[in-house]
T-cell receptor, first 114, second 114 residues
């Protein structure tokens, strides 16, 4: 079985400061990893993915994520937070050899203060 | 490009009534997913289809829920009879066949059962 843990329900950061949203995963084989963002009254929007290769993945809106196989983590980062980044963030995993459906984490609410 | 289209965006109905939610996936996508999102349970996968065929319906909560995909451009999720505990936001998502492709979400249907 595969699973995703997002240990923080909420992350607060001041505008202009770096942000990190944490994610750890568990799969039986090699993972595909994804980050999504959800704004109020909207569906989830794809931010970035890790498939293979370089452990640092760059995505939309200046976000990036670092894959760490030994720690089974895929933390989302941004060097300088914007107030408009305030939203709900979801990490998701799929086993490369397993079923097509994603397993999502419980979500982390990011609040960026002006 | 048109994204995943869901209708209606909001539905309010009384307990016991039949509810039908609709989804039009992105053209060319061969996987379609139905999710339910609540504060208590987060994002839950209900069922998914590949080439219009249901692959995994283990997340469907009970026999009151049914889903169909009569063709590649249309799917329905039906609840009959509806109950107050079915109140949630229901999302549809679609994706291309390769497993490293992200899912694309609609903006959801907010369902309230009185």
């Amino acid at each position: 079985a595969q699973s995703v843990a997002q240990p923080e329900d909420q992350v607060n950061v001041a505008e202009g400061n770096p942000l990190t949203v944490k994610c750890t995963y568990s799969v039986s084989g090699n993972p595909y990893l994804f980050w999504y963002v959800q704004y109020p009254n909207r569906g989830l929007q794809f931010l970035l993915k890790y498939i293979t290769g370089d452990n640092l993945v760059k995505g939309s809106y200046g976000f990036e994520a670092e894959f760490n196989k030994s720690q089974t983590s895929f933390h989302l980062k941004k060097p300088s937070a914007l107030v408009s980044d305030s939203a709900l963030y979801f990490c998701a995993v799929r086993d490369k050899a397993g079923r097509r459906a994603l397993t999502f984490g419980s979500g982390t609410r990011l609040q960026v203060q002006p | 490009d048109a994204g995943v289209i869901q209708s209606p965006r909001h539905e309010v109905t009384e307990m016991g009534q039949e509810v039908t939610l609709r989804c039009k996936p992105i053209s060319g996508h061969d996987y379609l997913f139905w999710y339910r999102q609540t504060m208590m349970r987060g994002l839950e996968l209900l069922i998914y289809f590949n080439n219009n065929v249901p692959i995994d319906d283990s997340g469907m909560p009970e026999d009151r829920f049914s889903a169909k995909m009569p063709n590649a451009s249309f799917s329905t999720l039906k609840i009959q009879p509806s109950e107050p505990r079915d109140s949630a936001v229901y999302f549809c998502a679609s994706t291309l066949g390769h497993p490293d492709q992200p899912q694309h979400f609609g903006d959801g249907t907010r369902l309230s059962i009185l």
